[in-house]
């Protein structure tokens, strides 16, 4: 699992309001997204610029999700336990050293705060918010493979929440799902398992 950076500098296209193609320009990866319809296109041209920092590697399947779908997919597996490594990532409510389990409106703040706000944060923000999502994704996963173990139609059941009220686009279809389930089944993820670009 590759873990990429939104700061991370590719070759991104960039298109006019009309969808019309402009030019290509050297800027950060979150970027390309901007420059598309906000649906299928945005996404398109986020593989595209993704597949250019990875130096040509093709990416055939696309999810994203709305921060809507966070706490559904969440909760639909019990919530998620964390141990908590930053100080004051979300003041008073977290200590660092505990370990504790995510639920409600505390997974979205969880992984999604940055601390802009504090002095000599902002530079290497987003990489502490990433190893956050990290340790998140990883537990998360854990936790939905051993949900399947016990109940083969856990990923379907994940993939329709993710899916209501419009909070993912995807090309992925339920037949997909079924085949990426069986793969995933047969791994066993570490922390060695996600690399960070």
């Known amino acids: 699992l590759w873990n990429i950076s939104r700061d991370s500098m590719t070759d991104v296209d960039i298109y006019n309001i009309n969808g019309e193609y402009v030019r ?4 950060q990866a979150c970027l ?3 420059y598309g319809d906000g649906f299928h296109r945005s996404c398109e041209n986020t593989v595209k610029s993704v597949s250019r920092l990875l130096y040509g ?3 055939q399947s696309y999810a994203v999700l709305d921060l809507d779908a966070i706490r559904p997919l969440n909760d639909a597996v019990g919530g998620v336990e964390v141990t ?4 004051d990532i979300l003041p008073g409510r977290f200590k660092p050293g505990t370990t504790v389990l995510l639920k409600g409106e505390d997974v979205e703040a969880y992984v999604r705060s940055r601390r802009t706000e504090v002095p000599g944060e902002p530079i290497d923000s987003n990489n502490n918010r990433m190893a956050r999502q990290r340790q998140y994704m990883m537990n998360f996963i ?3 493979l051993q949900m399947t173990k016990e109940d083969l139609t856990t990923p379907v059941k994940l993939f329709n929440i993710a ?3 419009d909070h993912t686009i995807t090309n992925l279809n339920m037949q997909k799902v079924a085949y990426l389930t069986t793969v ?6 570490t922390e060695d398992s996600f690399k960070t670009v």
Do not use: C
């Open 24 to 27: 290509t320009e050297h800027l």
């Open 32 to 34: 390309a997204f901007a």
């Open 57 to 59: 590697m093709p990416i």
């Open 84 to 87: 908590i490594h930053e100080g």
């Open 142 to 144: 854990q936790k939905a």
């Open 163 to 165: 899916m209501e009220d």
């Open 184 to 189: 995933f089944s047969k791994v066993n993820f």
